[in-house]
């Protein structure tokens, strides 16, 4: 089984400065990855970016980082030089594999983090 | 197309009537993933699809949900009398392989049921 913890309902930052979005996972599959997507309050789902859980570098997209701990079973989300834009709900997912290697393919949701960017 | 596409946006339904919500993957893309979003934060997957066959339905209720993936047309989620607790966006979400580092997320289908 697949959990992901956000403990954050909330967040507020500051434009231009940057924040830090948490994640906690637990899982026993012996591979997998991990993403962050964004859903604004027009309710789509933007992929934001993905960590696997065998890459040796942290995954960067733009203003977007991810902070892997694999030790600490944590992916946090690191946005840099927040925008009002930015203002949105979080989400942290995963997605594992059987010890075939077979993805499942599903993902599975953290409860999301509300990012409130103020001027 | 280069988007999932799901139709409709929104569907109202008395409780008690039937709802069916389609979701056309991108081309190209052979898995298809159904999830419901209630209250704006919990995701709960559903079911997935590869091509036309089942992939993973262990997220689905037993009864009363239903889903088909058919050759040429779009894929569907059919929900047989509806109840309130039905209510939420259902997203649909599509992928060329289960491992993929991306799944694509249609707009969702906002469901009442009043």
Redesign the interface.
């Known amino acids: 089984a697949q959990k992901i913890t956000q403990t954050q309902p909330g967040m507020f930052v500051q434009e231009k400065e940057a924040v830090t979005l948490d994640c906690t996972y637990d899982t026993s599959d012996p591979s997998y990855?991990l993403?962050w997507?964004k859903q604004p309050s027009s309710?789509?789902?933007i992929?934001l970016i993905?960590q696997?859980s065998y890459d040796q570098q942290n995954a960067t997209e733009g203003r977007y980082s991810l902070n892997f701990q694999k030790a600490r079973k944590s992916a946090n989300l690191v946005i840099s030089a927040s925008q009002l834009g930015d203002s949105a709900?979080y989400?942290c997912?995963m997605?594992g594999?059987n010890a075939g290697g077979?993805?499942?393919?599903?993902?599975?949701?953290g409860?999301?983090t509300i990012l409130t960017v103020h001027p | 197309g280069e988007e999932v596409a799901q139709t409709p946006k929104h569907l109202v339904r008395g409780e008690g009537q039937k709802a069916k919500l389609y979701c056309a993957p991108i081309k190209g893309h052979s898995?298809v993933?159904w999830?419901q979003q209630v209250l704006?934060?919990?995701?709960k997957?559903l079911i997935?699809f590869q091509n036309e066959n089942v992939?993973?339905e262990t997220?689905m209720p037993k009864e009363r949900f239903s889903a088909k993936c058919l050759p040429n047309s779009p894929c569907s989620l059919e929900i047989q009398a509806t109840k309130l607790e039905d209510s939420a966006?259902y997203?649909c979400?599509s992928?060329q392989?289960?491992?993929n580092?991306?799944?694509?997320?249609g707009?969702?289908t906002?469901l009442t049921v009043v």
């Open positions: 990855g993403f997507y309710g789509e789902m992929f993905y696997g709900m989400f997912a997605r594999t077979t993805s499942y393919g599903k993902l599975t949701f409860q999301g | 898995y993933f999830y704006k934060n919990e995701f997957f997935s992939f993973d997220g966006v997203f979400a992928s392989s289960p491992g580092t991306e799944a694509f997320f707009q969702g906002r």
